[in-house]
Structures are given as structure tokens and as C-alpha cells.
């Protein structure tokens, strides 16, 4: 959840968009000619590493979507990835971007009222990397847990092993406290752990400029 430079919201070009396509395309054909140069099915690690983190990133905001609905709170904006606009939609009342570097990513809820303001925007501060813990937790009933520490060369397990590394990256990178500044340079942003810890400390008139009934 946080702020964008408004440059970044003007959409890509025809011309750009096809820029961004190909180098794309070119550093997943890089990835793919070492990973198959002397292959061994570990070293698909890596490509799975890079193909896996964009649902992660959308299983991650969707977390922080639910939660805010089911507190019965608006759901302005739900932003995937980070720098320039790719395609941007309407989803009722609430407004999907899809980015060109799908490596963060952000939700914009607000309140409708202050009946446990407090609580309710912990709970959707947390609810992104509870998402993701969700999803380990079903990796390992599926599975089990030894498999997902134990070295193997069956692709399916690898695949499963590396979706569980990113979301232990995705954990420690959104749950331990930090803020980082805006393009503006005027602003810090609160990553999820520090905006858990916010919800509790910043005054009552923040979260009454905030609600929308």
C-alpha cells in the first residue's frame, strides 16, 4: 500500500510497450540457454524463480484487497508492479494497473467509517503476506514439509521449492520494518510490517482524513 510518482501513470507507448516485450523475451532466453547448457533440473531454480514472482506479487495485493473488503472497506486502487502503466482497468469501483516491472506492487484502501479503525488496517497491512503463508501452508499439505527442504530433480518439486523461496523473500522483505522515499522525495512509504506498527501509533486524525462513507 502507498504512493506513486504521478509520471508513472502515463501509459506506455505502442513503440515502448514492444521495447520492454523484447527485452524481456531476450533475458528469459538468456536464463533459458544456461539453465539448459549442462542442464541439471536445479538449475531451473532460477527461471522459475523469475516466471513465479509476478502471481506472487498478485496473490500478495489480492491479500491486501480481500481483507480490506471484508472490513468493509473501498478498494480505490489496486496497483501490480512498479514504473509505467501498461493497461489499466475498472473492476467496479476499483481501478487495476498493471505495471511494466512487476516487482512490487500496491493497494489503496480507505475507510468508511472509524469503528475499529485501528485493527482493520493492521489486519489489511497483514493480510498480503498472510495470503502468501496461506499458500505455503497448502504447498505442504499437498506435499508435505520434507519435501520442500529436500534437494530433488523431479521439476515439480523444484517449481514448488522455488515458489516457497519467494514467498519466504516476499515475507521478510514486507514484514520487517521499513519505509522507503517517494520520487518526489518528500514522502516515505511503509512497507506492510511497518505499516502494522503505524496503525497502532499514528494519531485518529490520519485515519478521519481517510474515510469515505
Not at 504521478?6 to 533475458?27: A, K, M, S
Not at 503476506?129 to 506435499?143: D, P, R, T
Request: a positive charge; proline letters at 6%; glycine letters at 8%.
Amino acid at each position: 500500500m502507498g504512493y506513486q510518482h504521478w509520471q508513472e501513470e502515463r501509459p506506455l507507448r505502442r513503440g515502448e510497450r514492444w521495447t520492454y516485450v523484447i527485452f524481456f523475451v531476450l533475458l528469459v532466453g538468456m536464463l533459458a540457454g544456461e539453465t539448459f547448457t549442462n542442464y541439471q533440473p536445479v538449475k531451473l531454480s532460477i527461471l522459475f524463480f523469475i516466471l513465479t514472482w509476478f502471481p506472487l506479487l498478485a496473490i500478495h495485493e489480492l491479500g491486501h484487497a480481500l481483507a480490506a473488503h471484508l472490513c468493509g472497506w473501498r478498494v480505490r486502487k489496486i496497483s501490480l508492479g512498479m514504473g509505467r502503466v501498461v493497461r489499466s482497468y475498472h473492476i467496479g469501483n476499483t481501478l487495476l494497473v498493471l505495471r511494466v516491472i512487476p516487482i512490487e506492487g500496491y493497494v489503496v484502501p480507505v475507510p468508511r467509517d472509524l469503528r475499529n479503525v485501528r485493527i482493520k488496517s493492521a489486519f489489511i497491512y497483514f493480510a498480503g503476506c498472510g495470503m502468501e503463508l496461506l499458500v505455503l501452508l497448502g504447498f505442504a499439505l499437498v506435499i508435505g514439509p520434507r519435501p520442500l527442504l529436500t534437494r530433488t530433480d523431479s521439476i515439480p518439486i523444484i517449481l514448488i521449492q522455488t515458489f516457497g523461496a519467494a514467498i519466504a523473500l516476499s515475507l521478510v522483505s514486507n514484514l520487517i520494518p521499513r519505509s522507503s522515499q517517494n520520487n518526489l522525495g518528500d514522502e516515505w512509504t511503509a512497507n506492510d510490517g511497518l505499516g502494522i506498527i503505524r496503525s497502532f501509533t499514528r494519531p485518529m486524525w490520519y485515519f478521519e482524513q481517510q474515510v469515505e462513507p
